[in-house]
């Protein structure tokens, strides 16, 4: 699968459960979806992240692991909309309720599947990231 695809069905799935949240249980202060940031890491340990603002998705497992990208966007969206109302609900009480018996997936909070070296295309990705990134504040410094 490209990248791009792999981008555009984790924003997909990351709008879905973030909606399906708010409309099925209680509303939370803030309604505004978490922001999707990527990340291009080729570490077991990070495959994604979140807080009450951002989730952040490690493109390099995504894809390759295309299969368990629903149950991790789901995990992650579960995290930032625990952390609207408790900061630090980690996988406690509030995100089992939520993963387990709102959404509706049994796995564990163990990541699941594989992650290799950086993958050549996430590499590019990032490099193309990092210049886009430079070219922003280059801008921003301009008077
Ligand atoms: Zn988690």
């Known amino acids: 699968m490209k990248l791009r695809e792999i981008q555009r069905i984790v924003e997909d799935r990351h709008q879905h459960w973030w909606h399906f949240l708010i409309t099925?249980?209680?509303?939370?202060?803030?309604?505004?979806p978490p922001a999707v940031k990527w990340?291009?890491?080729?570490?077991?340990?990070i495959v994604a992240n979140a807080t009450s603002e951002r989730c952040e998705y490690n493109l390099n497992y995504l894809i390759e692991n295309p299969g368990y990208i629903d149950e991790l966007v789901c995990h992650e969206v579960c995290h930032s909309y625990a952390a609207r109302f408790y900061p630090r609900a980690s996988h406690g009480y509030l995100w089992k309720f939520l993963f387990h018996k709102i959404c509706g997936f049994r796995g564990t909070n163990h990541v699941k599947g594989t992650i290799s070296k950086m993958l050549p295309v996430v590499k590019v990705a990032n490099r193309a990231e990092k210049i886009r990134r430079k070219i922003a504040e280059l801008e921003n410094s301009l008077p």
């Open 39 to 45: 990340r291009y890491r080729a570490s077991k340990r």
């Open 24 to 32: 099925n249980i209680l509303t939370p202060p803030n309604t505004t």
